[in-house]
């Protein structure tokens, strides 16, 4: 596999997908239960969810935007992919190392 340089608006771009879908998680976990007899979510629940799945899809359609210069460059999309997967969680692990020292 080739060693990619990836520019920082992607990298950047896909740190912020990791954290978006992250806080979709943590906010869907949050809710009730389905199943729960006429449990139900709150206008503001449901608000917050909408806004961060928004979120969430904004930097997928940056991401996979065939336009980028730098997709066209790569010789492999995949690899090239695939590099930035590994180099954005790097980055996010180094994030949160220096958060919680």
């Known amino acids: 596999m080739a060693d990619y340089q990836i520019p ?36 503001e629940q449901r608000d917050e969810l909408d806004k961060a799945r928004a979120r969430r899809m904004d930097l ?20 090239a992919r695939m590099a930035l997967y590994k180099a954005a969680k790097t980055k996010l692990a180094a994030k949160a190392g220096k958060a919680s020292s």
């Open 8 to 43: 920082p608006d992607l990298l950047n771009a896909q740190v912020a997908f990791y954290m978006a879908d992250a806080e979709c998680e943590r906010l869907a976990a949050a809710l009730p239960p389905s199943t729960a007899g006429g449990a139900s979510i709150s206008d």
């Open 60 to 79: 997928v359609n940056i991401l996979y935007d065939d336009t980028h210069p730098w997709w066209s460059e790569v010789d492999n999309r995949y690899f």
